[in-house]
Nanobody, 119 residues
Framework: QVQLVESGGGVVQAGGSLRLSCTAS????????MGWYREAAGKQRELVAS???????SYTDSVKGRFTISRDIHKDTMYLEMNSLKPEDTAVYYC?????????????WGQGTQVTVSS
């Protein structure tokens, strides 16, 4: 059974920083892609950043230059370093991972972690 466990959310003032972590556990062959999504109140869930097995990274425009995604392949863990946070970054952040199994790949979601940025 695969689980994605997130940590690192919290409340921070505008201009502050937070670091989110997401660790995959269970049985799988490899991690193909990992990403962070966020869902603000009344809005659709959006992709914030993603990182592939080959370390290719992508970001949504609103976080470019402020957020950095990275991963530790030995720990099956992904990080999101968030700097210069703005109130509009307030949302529940979800970890997503596409994992390779011997019968194909499957997508998994973490439970979500709240990030609140006060003005």
């Amino acid at each position: 059974q695969v689980q994605l466990v997130e940590s690192g959310g919290g409340v921070v003032q505008a201009g502050g920083s937070l670091r989110l972590s997401c660790t995959a556990s269970g049985t799988f062959l490899s991690i193909l892609v990992m990403g962070w999504y966020r869902e603000a109140a009344g809005k659709q869930r959006e992709l914030v950043a993603s990182i592939t097995a080959s370390n290719r990274r992508s970001y949504t425009d609103s976080v470019k230059g402020r957020f950095t995604i990275s991963r530790d392949i030995h720990k099956d863990t992904m990080y999101l370093e968030m700097n210069s946070l703005k109130p509009e970054d307030t949302a529940v952040y979800y970890c997503n991972a596409r994992l390779d199994h011997d019968v194909g790949y499957q997508d998994y979601w973490g439970q979500g972690t709240q990030v609140t940025v006060s003005s």
